[in-house]
């Protein structure tokens, strides 16, 4: 019931800022809570950050606190990851999902973007 395509990555300097966009179509998008998802070549999927349906409560991994949040226009069926002060360590494909429940495990998530390359250089 739900399509969702990420937007916004790119090639960047270590320091700089990205923001990524997660589009949804779906009349049915308010309602779903929207997980970020990253993954490094060689490494497993970690969660990024979240944000419950009415945009009320966001959560983040460690590794992001402080440096990325996530937000979301449920008028333009649109969440966002913005992300700042991009380490190399960052560097993945980032991955928008949504689900029914809001949290940080993948299998809460039944929608899925294509995903988007974040390269940051040192």
């Known amino acids: 019931q739900v399509q969702l395509v990420e937007s916004g990555g790119g090639l960047v300097q270590a320091g700089a800022s990205l923001r990524l966009s997660c589009a949804a179509s779906?009349?049915?998008?308010?309602?779903?809570?929207v997980g970020w998802f990253r993954q490094a070549p060689g490494k497993e999927r970690e969660f990024v950050a979240a944000?419950?349906?009415?945009?009320?409560?966001?959560d983040s991994t460690d590794s992001v606190k402080g440096r990325f949040t996530s937000s979301r226009d449920n008028a333009k069926n649109t969440v966002y990851l913005q992300m700042n002060s991009l380490k190399p360590e960052d560097t993945a494909v980032y991955y928008c999902?949504?689900?029914?429940?809001?949290?940080?495990?993948?299998?809460?998530?039944?929608?899925w973007g294509q995903g988007t390359q974040v390269t940051v250089s040192s």
């Open positions: 999902a949504a689900g029914v429940v809001f949290g940080r495990r993948a299998n809460h998530y039944h929608y």
């Open positions: 944000i419950s349906s009415s945009g009320g409560r966001t």
């Open positions: 779906g009349r049915t998008f308010s309602s779903y809570a």
